[in-house]
């Protein structure tokens, strides 16, 4: 048996690739709409920018940003092997800019009253990865 076989019978778990590109000039007090600019495929950049946003009290704006990062994440979790549902570790760093736009979007979702968007949202994001459920929410 495989160290880390799947006993349940479940897709495997996608690992994004790492790119340390947008990770390391946030770390360094770069814009997020420069990274953005640099890297626009980057969830991780667009969460940013809707978490600074919703800080901000710019909810739509907040919502926005984080609709982009939900869909650049999409994309590379299908270019990565993901079809459509199964395990999205937050353990792993390079899913966190997913799992943070996913969550973005629901909070914002929540707080401009698109209910149906939010548990849409929330439950993606629990069944995705539960650890990103709880350190997030």
Sequence with gaps: MA???????GPPPTHLPDDPGPRE???AGTAPS????????SSLAWAQLADDAFEAGRVVESYAYARTG????LDALRR????GH????????????????LHALARAA???????????????LKESSPTAAATLG
Excluded: M
């Design 110 to 124: 929540e707080a401009i009253g698109e209910q149906d968007e939010y548990e849409r949202c929330s439950s993606f």
């Design 25 to 27: 000039l946030l770390a």
């Design 3 to 9: 160290i880390h076989e799947n006993l349940l019978g």
């Design 34 to 41: 420069e990274v953005a600019a640099q890297y626009p495929t």
């Design 70 to 73: 939900y869909h650049r994440g």
């Design 86 to 101: 199964g395990p999205v570790p937050f353990e792993h760093e390079p899913n966190r800019g997913f799992l943070r736009a």
């Design 80 to 83: 990565n092997g993901w079809k």
